[in-house]
């Protein structure tokens, strides 16, 4: 390679400074960079330009070792992960540079040793954040503070000493004036004086004591306050320094499999290159160096090999016009037509509302409520409705059906694998209502239903009841038109930890498909709201989901991060693979759960050259370019006024005609709450509340009467109402209205799966033998 003329290093007092070559990959060979020796530090630029605001890679020599390989070369290494081979452009300006690196670790080292020892001076191989100035600027103003600070205390100590001496001096003074014999009002003045410059002697000899502890005090504690400081700068520096080296690893790992394709073209050209230097590069012109991580991801994806892109052109194309197809097919397909009947004449859809009455700005004591609420269950705690929204758990867990039209998708899908991803954006985009949304859904009572009738507008109809009250767990089922069917049943396990609060969904959600008899599984991940007692409350979602296809086998791992304030990640990030049943990846998703979700198609994985955490490798992806599958809806107008509710959201709970005397519409405190009426509402509520533990106490005493019946030899005592094994007795005794209990086929759980009758029942408007639970 040809080498431009290089200007002779020039030395500036401790500082050196010159053009030297230094290795940076194979592709690049040697480049010309601009090096800085000052303070023990050797730092590097790309141009003297940067030496104001970019250091690319700094080295402390007073740990480092120096090596010549020739005439020209030479080698700087700490021993550890920074290795910095050079070349300079002759054998002088080369001995020149060593000559130079040598001194500087020799006064490195001794005056690290002398710090060590006496903590009175500074050590100078803390790398500052730009060598040779904003490092070099604070040690030195640490230095003047030092030493104004102990001029002053030697200025102390004159005027201490000086105090001592003017005193002594006007006593004498006064003793020689008290000595004479004078008589009438010069004696009286004397005497007075005499007297005034008694207290002074008193007064300045009490200052001089002090200041004298003081001096003592100061100079015994010196080369303490200089340790001590020294010590949290070496903590700060180790902190830096270790930043500096997950920012270079994160960096590199980002890079190592960009050129794949060139550095394979290029592997024949290694020996002709450049001598092999065990370091790859650690710079890139569109990159810069970032904070580091809290977690490593599992994974790594990177754009896959053009050659994927000619061999396998025929199949993509065919993916991808099967996919555009699907997605035309929808966007044109009829939405509110009733798919049953496509011969039937359109009838204009309702108009459902858009506002609803503006949330009242309520004051109340947090801390007098919760205090008492330490450790308890959620479902529990007597809240007020200032600490609710006005809608019910049922309408909640109804809003999963926001991005129905995932599911839509999904059902035209010709592969089960392509299946898989819409179904797991299904699962994310369900959070997406939860951002902003701190207000806690009413209890349902038991016996409590709510339907969501949509068909003609998305072609589905939903159901949820509450199967049981404690534990509370709800049951839920939706049937579409478009070829799908959702079921779950819903237990939510809380604590409320002082902090925080957490909230733990039980159950399993599924989803089967007409077309293939597809059926997917997956589970919920734990809800955190915190700053429950002080600050402003946010929402958070951290775990893992496994959805799976217990039809072929397919599975999709998702994990979504918990927040960290340390992480330079994307708040809120969700990542996942689609997975045949072999364990062969095809599709690789990745977006937040509050705002977009992507796919990718995998070509080809391959596990990574660096160590993931815990010594793991990490696969890496080779993936065609990202498509969008779900994108989060914008809130709608004055939604901040309106307890954050989605467009879904604000209809859920509009009186409507027909149906259920259970209905949630129907549920007074909530639709006085909704209204505005909150002291009204609290009254509601507690009612309700009272009359649901009557009916419960209710429920107890029959259950006992029936198990004293069954078993007549043995006498039932007032005691046993409130033996356990009686208390559940509610529960076998209970039976919901629209579902039954059985045991589910794929997970072995006990659920209760709707039975029918309710939508024939609403047909007819007949809703005999319902409870009176409002």
Not at 363 to 373: A, P, Q, R, T
């Given at each position: ?10 030395p ?72 910095y ?14 000559t ?17 020892d ?21 040690n ?15 200025d102390?100590?004159?005027?201490n ?31 007075q ?8 002697r ?24 200089q ?16 930043l ?74 065919g ?14 397909e ?40 330490i ?10 409705v ?17 991005y ?63 199967v049981s ?33 957490s ?88 977006g937040?759960w ?14 990574g ?12 992806y ?24 989605t ?39 507690q009612?309700?509340?009272?009359k ?5 106490r ?17 006498a ?30 794929i ?5 209760h799966?709707?039975k ?7 047909d ?10 409002f």
């Amino acid at each position: 390679m040809s080498e431009p003329k290089t200007p002779t290093p020039t030395p500036a007092g401790d500082t050196y400074k010159g053009w030297v070559f230094k290795w940076t990959n194979y592709i690049k060979g040697y480049q010309r960079r601009w090096f800085v020796l000052s303070n023990g530090l050797l730092s590097y630029y790309r141009t003297q330009a940067e030496m104001g605001h970019t250091c690319r890679g700094t080295i402390n020599l007073a740990t480092a070792t120096i090596t010549v390989d020739d005439a020209c070369n030479f080698v700087i290494s700490n021993g550890g992960a920074q290795t910095y081979h050079l070349k300079a452009s002759c054998e002088v300006e080369r001995q020149r540079w060593i000559t130079a690196l040598e001194l500087a670790k020799a006064k490195a080292a001794r005056m690290q040793a002398e710090s060590d020892d006496s903590g009175d001076d500074f050590s100078p191989s803390s790398p500052p954040a730009a060598p040779g100035q904003g490092g070099a600027s604070q040690n030195s103003e640490v230095q003047s503070a030092l030493r104004t600070l102990g001029s002053k205390v030697e200025d102390l100590s004159t005027c201490n000493d000086l105090i001592s001496k003017h005193g002594s001096a006007l006593q004498r003074s006064l003793s020689e004036l008290d000595s004479l014999r004078l008589t009438g009002e010069a004696g009286d003045k004397i005497r007075q004086v005499t007297e005034r410059a008694t207290l002074f002697r008193i007064t300045s000899n009490a200052m001089i004591n002090a200041c004298r502890d003081f001096l003592a005090l100061a100079q015994a504690h010196s080369k303490r306050w200089q340790k001590a400081l020294q010590a949290e700068r070496d903590q700060r520096v180790r902190l830096e320094e270790t930043l500096e080296q997950l920012a270079k690893q994160h960096n590199h790992l980002e890079r190592a499999f960009r050129g794949a394709a060139q550095a394979n073209a290029t592997a024949d050209n290694k020996s002709a290159a450049g001598p092999g230097k065990g370091e790859a590069s650690d710079e890139d012109d569109d990159n810069e160096f970032f904070d580091a991580m809290e977690e490593a991801p599992e994974f790594i994806t990177v754009p896959a090999d053009p050659q994927f892109h000619k061999r396998s052109s025929s199949n993509i194309s065919g993916f991808n016009s099967e996919m555009c197809a699907d997605d035309q097919s929808l966007n044109e397909e009829p939405l509110a037509m009733n798919q049953e009947s496509p011969s039937q004449e359109l009838v204009p859809l309702k108009k459902r509302r858009t506002r609803i009455s503006d949330k009242p700005n309520y004051s109340l004591n947090l801390w007098s409520i919760m205090k008492n609420c330490i450790g308890k269950e959620l479902s529990k705690i007597p809240m007020p409705v200032n600490f609710n929204e006005p809608i019910s758990m049922l309408q909640r867990l109804s809003e999963d059906l926001e991005y129905h039209e995932l599911l839509d998708k999904a059902s035209k899908c010709q592969s089960s694998l392509e299946q898989m991803c819409y179904v797991a954006a299904f699962s994310v985009s369900s959070y997406s209502t939860t951002v902003h949304r701190t207000g806690k859904p009413f209890n349902p009572l038991l016996g409590e239903t709510y339907e969501l009738d949509r068909r003609r507008e998305s072609g589905y109809r939903s159901l949820c009841e509450q199967v049981s009250h404690h534990p509370p767990a709800a049951a839920h089922h939706v049937i579409s038109d478009r070829g799908w069917t959702l079921r779950q049943e819903i237990t939510v396990a809380s604590k409320f930890r002082g902090k925080y609060l957490s909230i733990m969904p039980l159950g399993t959600i599924h989803a089967i498909f007409e077309k293939g008899n597809n059926h997917y599984t997956w589970k919920k991940v734990t809800t955190t709201v915190h700053n429950i007692i002080v600050g402003k409350l946010w929402i958070d979602q951290s775990g893992e989901i496994d959805v799976v296809n217990h039809t072929t086998g397919d599975r999709c791992h998702l994990k979504f991060a918990p927040y960290s304030y340390f992480s330079r990640d994307v708040a809120r990030k969700v990542t996942g693979v689609v997975m045949d049943k072999d364990g062969k990846a095809h599709y690789v998703l990745s977006g937040t759960w509050d705002e977009k979700m992507e796919f990718s198609r995998v070509m080809q994985s391959s596990r990574g050259g660096e160590n993931g955490t815990e010594g793991k490798q990490k696969t890496v992806y080779q993936t065609l370019k990202a498509r969008e599958v779900w994108r989060r809806n914008p809130l709608p107008d004055g939604a901040e006024t309106m307890y954050y509710f989605t467009s879904l959201a604000l209809t859920l709970n509009e009186p409507e005609d027909g149906v259920a005397p259970t209905d949630s519409r129907r549920r007074p405190d909530q639709r006085l709450m909704e209204d505005g009426r909150w002291d009204e509402a609290n009254a509601e509520k507690q009612r309700l509340e009272e009359k649901q533990r009557s009916v419960r106490r209710e429920r107890e005493r029959e259950a006992a009467s029936q198990r004293s019946s069954s078993q007549s030899e043995e006498a039932v005592d007032e005691d046993s109402l409130t033996d356990p094994s009686l208390k559940s007795a509610p529960y076998e005794n209970y039976q919901a209205l629209w579902f039954e209990s059985c045991e589910d086929r794929i997970t072995g759980e006990q659920v209760h799966i709707y039975k029918g009758g309710y939508w024939e029942a609403k047909d007819r408007g007949s809703w005999e033998g319902l409870p009176d639970i409002f």
